[in-house]
């Protein structure tokens, strides 16, 4: 799915991976993620190979992956337990701290009140931040997001763009860095993959496109925006200038 692809990215920075569909942005994430191993080349996370050693990173896959069986708390807590636990001596310990931890974010995430709800009784959006959240509570340098919000209607995936923002900086302790220089500064590097190119100018700090089928860099676009980014922010003329910069890059 991928060939000759050189992709360097610095800790902190939220990068967007747009391409046609089958180009390989899942593929990708599933090596990062330590989940498929390359045929050729490395795939390094602070300079170490992750190839087969999963949970370096943590992963929010497509479909969100939640445990219908499981309240909101559970599966909110379920990757960060077995991320510090693989073995089952300590799992109870890690999804105790694990739980301490999410607790003071289930209002942030919209959930507070929800703690013993199942999937099934959650709203889309609901779903989604749920998801969301078991990603944040992963005490991974790199958070791998495939396709967050892609099922989601227009006015609610609008409305988790803005609200995720807000939680790019939150650590896996709940805690957010330090305002440097009047923003707040990704505390983990973000990677996100989405068909929306206005979606990846939004979120991003570089937007990386991918060709088609075997999946190449084409174009590695850097977002020079103040953030917040509203949602209105994609009728300026930046934001339509960097639009087509990279429908353009998609095209060819």
């Known amino acids: 799915a991928l060939d000759e692809l050189n992709l360097e990215i610095d800790a902190g920075e939220v990068v967007a991976l747009v391409g046609p569909s089958g180009c390989g942005k899942s593929t990708l994430l599933r090596m990062l993620a330590g989940l498929t191993v390359p045929s050729s080349g490395t795939v390094e996370v602070g300079g170490r190979s992750v190839a087969g050693r999963p949970g370096t990173c943590a992963w929010m896959p497509q479909n969100h992956g939640l445990l219908p069986w499981r309240r909101v708390l559970a599966n909110a807590t379920l990757g960060a337990a077995v991320a510090a636990a693989p073995g089952a ?59 967050p919000f892609g099922s989601l209607d227009a006015l609610t995936r609008s409305s988790l763009q ?37 979606e990846a100018i939004l979120l991003a700090d570089r937007v990386v496109v991918l060709s088609a089928r075997p999946g190449r860099v084409v174009a590695d676009v850097a977002v020079d925006l103040p953030r917040p980014r509203p949602a209105d922010l994609v009728v300026t003329a930046p934001v339509i200038a960097l639009r087509t910069q990279l429908l353009a890059a998609l095209r060819s």
């Open 162 to 198: 803005s609200w995720f923002q807000d939680v790019l900086a939150v650590g896996p302790d709940g805690t957010e860095p330090a305002q440097n220089g009047g923003g707040e500064q990704p505390k983990r590097t973000v990677i996100v993959v989405t068909h929306d190119v206005e």
């Open 89 to 147: 001596t300590n799992r109870g310990r890690a999804r105790a701290e694990a739980e301490a931890r999410a607790r003071p974010l289930l209002e942030r995430f919209g959930l507070a009140g929800f703690e013993a709800a199942w999937p099934s009784q959650l709203s889309g959006g609901m779903r989604q931040r749920l998801a969301v959240l078991r990603t944040v509570l992963v005490d991974a340098p790199v958070m791998l997001l495939d396709e």
